[in-house]
């Protein structure tokens, strides 16, 4: 692409009117953008993509221009520079890319149907009208919607609407906002509304396929983070309403629009009657991350896309502080250790991977900054790090200075730091640079020489890695006084260990609560003596310990072979998150070992003996009032059970599915998906297989779906694995949206998974037609990585990704699962052995 500056340089938009006419039927939209701004340039440029340019008017006169498709453009000759209001002419396709605005499709009694939505992020406001679309470009916005109406239809806006004339719906002017966040939806909607203590108007809208009980949840959850927002931030929620829509298809799990927030459908409706705990809480959390956007990302905005991190990392820490307080008993945090943490400490230990904050200009490559584990969970990290060092009191303090200084404008990171910074008194900023600015983390090593106490800090891989000498402000969280707050150093002496060890009565342990981001290397004396009074220690704690252990065997920094032995000393844990860390553990041993063999067996074995005892303890059935932690932990037990292929396990699960086979959706959700999985993996024949096809196509509750998309691929049987993958490409059936979760159940099936890599390779363009251009695009690369660690797969996916590397978008997510394949097969090929006889003695 050549490059050019951002558009902004050149006009400075202030107020839009924009109208645009939408023909469902036609598949079309025609429309005018009307630009009230600051030509700073005599030669404005404007950003389109895939308009159609009809007419281009300075201050009512036709002037010259020139389409710029390569850079998504329209440069425009001006007599004058100043202000000036630029009259632009367009028409479009309407387009099913999930991108601009575009049709998501559903079924009612029957009846195929559709609403219109949008997605404007990252770079497509410029497909659905001519604008300066960069977040620095804010300016107010006055919509006007005209569509092919029928009866009892509603459209929604960012804004109220405040007249109806001739069939054109005009909204009123909103504040002053960024381009990406612009947004509207019409179609034949039901919803629920309520108002908070202040008196914003709150909404949860979706189609009329769903049970009116399905919006029940969200709303009392989003009125609630509302009411708390307002409070923590010290800032009053800035628009009149606050609608939460549900689209049929939608790409990413959720979006920010200002006061108009879409979801993905299941990710915003539940049956409160039958949804699982983990499902309420990922639900609660999607709602509560796209509302703190609504100060932090819609009231101030990141100057450039560089400063991402500035908008997801933080929104995707207060989902967790909101959820945490307007829900306690749920422990929310507790799956913030399970899901963000390590996803982030996995991604951020290769070799190759983005710094938090990166460098970008490219369209292509805006999209591919949404790395989930960096930007969104390892960003967390940096900010929960931060909320320990400042405490709560001065974070609010600093949010609200931040908020006063750069409301309805944008800001970059630094702006933070000094907000925060003024707050406390603390230079945040010298400690977050050193996160946020360079790739990775440190391993600490903790070790006894000589007799004294001694740390020291180097940058940590799991596989090949250039050492260049970083260093990190980490916070180290020690449980011995003597430790610092900060270590900045390379290596820090603590003093005589054996004093300390009888000054202190406990073992010495870094990383207190699990909030930094960096792994801890015991050496044996220290290791031994946390392990030797492990019951002492508590479970955030020990959950680190295990995660710790994982990623040190994934850097054959230590051996899997010698972890495998402390693996049962948790198997009876009461507690979900050392539960979750253990299996995770227990999962990776099955890359050591091939599908039917003794080994395998042994593996399986070795399962039963873990899941043994919270089987037995637990059960298949929920029981009424039994603790939180105990209804997470079922799901792994039973999972470790019938992976184990205990007989009881499954003819359980076989006679649950006899009993509820005519009401499949009402088995209890925890477990449901487990019943359908067993029957199909075990039980399954052609015409369970088309039934539960059909249940998938039918069914409105979007846990059931997911549940059915997970279980059907599991099938063992050649034939129905053929049949399932020949319907990626049926939208009526797979919706593409849904499509990556297929394909990875197919991938990670032993016996489907040639035919799952067959087809992404043979129909690759045809991916790339339908979903290209979308931050979900990358994922299906990263999926298959993660499927694959022997060697011929390794030579498989480097032929056929390596000719794709300068892709843009694409560079750095190939480059990296390389070496992520590459490190598996090394470690598998020079571990297995140990692993296995490991395995057998266990």
């Not at 609200?400 to 008194?425: M, P, R, T, V």
């Not at 067959?758 to 695009?777: A, C, K, P, S």
Request: proline content about 4%.
């Amino acid at each position: 692409m050549t490059e050019i500056k951002h558009f902004y340089e050149t006009f400075h938009p202030a107020h839009y009117d924009i109208f645009i006419d939408i023909d469902r039927g036609a598949k079309t939209i025609s429309g005018t953008s009307k630009i009230n701004g600051d030509a700073i340039e005599k030669t404005v440029s404007i950003n389109q993509k895939y308009l159609n340019i009809k007419s281009v008017e300075a201050d009512g006169e036709a002037v010259p221009f020139k389409v710029d498709d390569e850079n998504e453009g329209i440069h425009i000759d001006l007599k004058k520079t100043g202000e000036t209001t630029l009259t632009i002419a367009y028409d479009a396709k309407l387009t099913d890319s999930m991108m601009g605005i575009y049709p998501s499709y559903y079924e009612l009694n029957g009846e195929k149907k559709q609403i219109i939505g949008t997605q404007f992020e990252t770079t497509f406001a410029r497909q659905a009208f001519p604008c300066v679309d960069e977040p620095e470009a804010k300016a107010k916005f006055d919509l006007a919607i005209k569509f092919d109406e029928q009866p009892g239809e509603t459209i929604l806006a960012n804004m109220p609407e405040i007249r109806n004339e001739d069939g054109v719906h005009y909204f009123d002017t909103t504040v002053r906002m960024s381009t990406y966040l612009i947004a509207f939806a019409f179609g034949d909607l039901q919803s629920k509304k309520t108002k908070t203590k202040s008196g914003v108007e709150v909404g949860v809208f979706a189609t009329k396929a769903h049970k009116a009980k399905e919006l029940d949840f969200t709303l009392d959850i989003a009125k609630r983070a509302i009411e708390f927002y307002e409070d923590f931030y010290q800032t009053p929620y800035p628009l009149p309403h606050s609608w939460q829509l549900a689209l049929p298809d939608f790409s990413a799990g959720a979006m920010e629009n200002w006061g108009l927030v879409t979801y993905r459908e299941a990710y915003l409706l539940l049956d409160p009657d039958n949804t699982s705990i983990d499902t309420k809480m990922l639900v609660a959390t999607v709602v509560t991350h796209e509302l703190a956007h609504q100060w932090f990302g819609d009231l101030v905005t990141m100057k450039w896309w560089d400063d991402l991190w500035l908008n997801e990392s933080f929104a995707n820490m207060m989902e967790y502080v909101a959820v945490d307080a307007i829900e306690p008993d749920w422990h929310v945090w507790e799956m913030f250790q399970t899901s963000d943490v390590p996803a982030a400490l996995q991604r951020d230990a290769t070799d190759g991977v983005q710094s938090v904050h990166v460098e970008v200009q490219d369209p292509a490559e805006i999209d591919a900054l949404f790395d989930s584990a960096i930007v969104y969970a390892k960003g967390a990290r940096m900010l929960v790090m931060v909320r320990a060092l400042l405490g709560d009191d001065n974070l609010r303090k600093g949010l609200k200075l931040y908020f006063e200084a750069h409301k309805y404008g944008n800001a970059k990171g630094s702006d933070l730091w000094s907000a925060l910074g003024e707050a406390s008194g603390m230079d945040v900023g010298k400690i977050m640079n050193s996160w946020l600015e360079q790739p990775g983390y440190p391993v600490v090593s903790a070790s006894v020489v000589d007799g004294k106490l001694t740390l020291s800090q180097e940058q940590f891989f799991i596989g090949e890695g250039k050492e260049v000498g970083r260093q990190w402000q980490i916070p180290l969280n020690g449980n011995y006084d003597v430790a610092p707050k900060i270590m900045s150093e390379k290596t820090i002496t603590l003093g005589d260990y054996a004093e300390l060890r009888k000054e202190n009565g406990k073992p010495f342990r870094l990383n207190v609560g699990n909030n930094s981001h960096f792994v801890v290397k015991y050496d044996e004396t220290l290791k031994k003596d946390i392990f030797d009074n492990i019951d002492t220690v508590d479970t955030i704690s020990q959950l680190g310990l295990l995660q710790d252990l994982r990623l040190l065997a994934d850097a054959r920094q230590i051996s899997y072979a010698d972890v495998v032995p402390m693996l049962e000393g948790f198997s009876e844990s009461t507690s979900s998150t050392v539960t979750a860390a253990m299996y995770r553990i227990a999962n990776n041993l099955k890359k050591f070992v091939k599908p039917n063999t003794d080994e395998e067996k042994a593996l399986q074995a070795f399962y039963d003996k873990l899941s043994a005892k919270q089987v037995a303890r637990l059960g298949w059935k929920p029981e009424a009032g039994e603790s939180i932690d105990d209804q997470l932990t079922r799901p792994y037990a039973l999972s470790a059970a019938l992976y184990a292929k205990n007989e009881k396990a499954i003819a359980a699960a076989h006679d649950l599915f006899a009993a509820n086979k005519d009401d499949l959706a009402n088995l209890p959700a925890d477990i449901r998906l487990l019943v359908i999985r067993n029957e199909v993996k075990n039980y399954g024949s052609e015409e369970l297989v088309n039934s539960l096809l059909n249940e998938y196509k039918t069914t409105s509750d979007p846990s059931y779906k997911d549940d059915l998309s997970v279980a059907i691929p599991s099938t063992t049987d050649d034939k129905l694995i053929a049949e399932i993958v020949a319907k990626f490409e049926d939208a009526d059936i797979i919706k593409p949206q849904d499509l990556r979760a297929w394909y990875r159940g197919i991938l990670n099936n032993d016996e489907g998974q040639q035919a799952a890599w067959d087809w992404i390779r043979n129909d690759w363009q045809w991916l790339e037609d339908t979903v290209g251009g979308d931050m979900e695009f990358a994922t299906f690369i990263t999926v298959t990585a993660y499927a694959f660690h022997t060697p011929e797969r390794f030579d498989e996916f480097k032929k056929f990704f390596e000719p794709k590397i300068n892709t843009p978008g694409l560079t750095r997510e190939i480059t990296m699962d390389i070496s992520t394949i590459e490190t598996k097969v090394n470690l598998v090929e020079d571990e297995k052995n140990a692993v296995n006889v490991a395995i057998k003695n266990a």
